[in-house]
């Protein structure tokens, strides 16, 4: 598709288009979507990446909010038999609910003004979806698949890492977009667990929990977490109080959320 056929880019709706043909191919590749599949596609913009998974001939269902955009995928989908189209905000999209219960993958590259709350929409969700691969800012990525100990590590590695199998599979440079973008992007694999190899008790007790711990990142689990723990729990789990919160392994957060719920009767 021609860029002239559209509008110029909307910078409110995190509007960077992908033109380099070979990160294309290589986002493509790292969902590799097979005829039987249902794959969701979050942005499809002018249709960089679109153009690919139509050739795939899977179930394709776009979600793009611009007036403008989702008038031209309307119209292809009026002629394209495994095309749909939804006029919405991503954020407003019940993914739980769509299409039943069958399995769904997902992939976009996402505006990164709303790219965790995307991301903590679909972890709701994650029950159904199968994977997704998404182009996020660098930073998100770095954040994502950061390892304890580590300057990145913390409540999205954290919550992510709990439920999911997450790895970094292409650094994009800015000139891969039109317009080209202030920040780096990369683009990450994630896979939802059907068995987390962590589990909770409870998963609110879990997300409370993470939230407390890194909102005082510089302070120790004693001082960030003294209504939630006494000495003898840390004895019990063998976990060191006087540790920061970015020490921890994702098996301790998950530990110390289940004593939590054990204590709470939940
Ligand atoms: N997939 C295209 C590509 O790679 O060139 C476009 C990517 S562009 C970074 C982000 C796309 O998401 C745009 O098409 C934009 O209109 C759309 N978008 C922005 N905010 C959205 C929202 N809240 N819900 C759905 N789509 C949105």
Known sequence: MRDETFLPARKGLGQNFLHDQRVIADIVAGLNPKIDDTVVEIGPGRGALTKLLLERECDLHLIEFDRDLANYWRDKAAT??????YEIDVLKFDFGDFLGNSPIRVI???PYNISSPVLFRLLEARKRITDM?????KEVVDRMV???GSKQFGRLSVMLQQACR?????QVPAGAFS????VKSAVVRIVPQEVSDYRLIDEGVFGRLVKQAFSM???TLRNSLK????AKDYETLEIDSSNRPERLAVGQFVALANCFANKSGL
Do not use: S, Y
């Open 108 to 110: 976009g590259n996402l």
């Open 179 to 182: 317009p080209p973008p202030k």
């Open 166 to 170: 997450c790895e970094r599979i292409l």
């Open 217 to 219: 990142r510089r302070k």
């Open 80 to 85: 394209i038999a495994h095309l749909t189209l």
């Open 146 to 148: 950061a390892q304890p």
């Open 227 to 230: 209504e939630w723990f006494d």
């Open 133 to 137: 691969v998404f182009m996020f800012q």
